[in-house]
């Protein structure tokens, strides 16, 4: 079963919208959530929460974490056509073992129209 | 950019033969990973290792091993290639737990 769930799947906006995709996970031994965008090329690192309830901001693009309910938003205020891609959230757990990895959702693909 | 270079960018081989992808760091970094990426799946887990010698598997090992001999590099092989096994090929490194992982350009890898 998946451990970490992205909503919507895909999205389709226009510029000057303003936009939030989610990410649900659940998982043993949580350590961190992390926030990606993917072009057409390798995933580029956005965010990183470990702490519940502290936004992360990056000009135009926030993310902040839930502990508690097990999930993570990620807000893009005024898109830009250069804002379309897909943005993938991971986390990191153990699943009960000894070692963390980084498992990954599946995407949110989000297009913006002139 | 993060020292990370996959080689090679993009294989063409046919069904039944073996293939290795090579994935080879600059940072010193402990944790690397291979993940495929798959219209509809994301990424997913192949294998990862956390340190030399020490591996583990992810979601979607079967048919596939890895090595680490040394700290910067971390091959992916295929033993008997399947049209399965189509797809693009990432590698990522982490310095440590709590950091942020970075990506190679990736393999793109056409099985016949």
């Known amino acids: 079963e998946d451990k970490v769930v992205q909503s919507p799947l895909s999205l389709v906006v226009h510029e000057g919208d303003t936009v939030t995709l989610n990410c649900s996970y659940e998982v043993t031994n949580f350590r961190s959530l992390l926030w990606y965008k993917q072009e057409k090329k390798a995933p580029t690192f956005l965010f990183m929460l470990?702490?519940?309830?502290i936004e992360k901001k990056s000009g135009r693009l926030s993310s902040i974490l839930d502990k508690k309910e097990l999930f993570s938003i990620l807000n893009i205020t005024a898109t830009q056509t250069g804002d379309s891609a897909v943005y993938l959230c991971?986390?990191?757990?153990?699943?009960?073992?000894?070692?963390?990895?980084?498992?990954f959702g599946k995407g949110t693909l989000l297009t913006v129209n002139p | 950019d993060a020292g990370i270079t996959q080689s090679p960018r993009h294989k063409v081989t046919e069904t039944g033969t073996p293939v290795t992808l090579r994935c080879h760091q600059t940072?010193?970094?402990?944790?690397m990973y291979w993940y495929r990426q798959d219209p509809g799946h994301g990424l997913r887990l192949i294998h990862y290792s956390y340190g030399v010698k020490d591996t583990d598997k992810g979601e979607v090992s079967d048919g596939y091993s890895v090595s680490r001999s040394k700290t910067e590099d971390f091959l992916l092989t295929l033993e008997s290639a399947t049209s399965s096994q189509t797809s693009v090929y990432f590698c990522?490194?982490?310095?440590?737990?709590?950091?942020?992982?970075?990506f190679g350009q990736g393999t793109r890898l056409t099985v016949v």
């Open positions: 991971a986390v990191e757990d153990n699943s009960g073992g000894s070692n963390y990895k980084l498992t």
């Open positions: 940072e010193n970094h402990r944790y």
């Open positions: 990522a490194i982490s310095r440590q737990m709590n950091t942020e992982a970075f």
């Open positions: 470990t702490s519940s309830g």
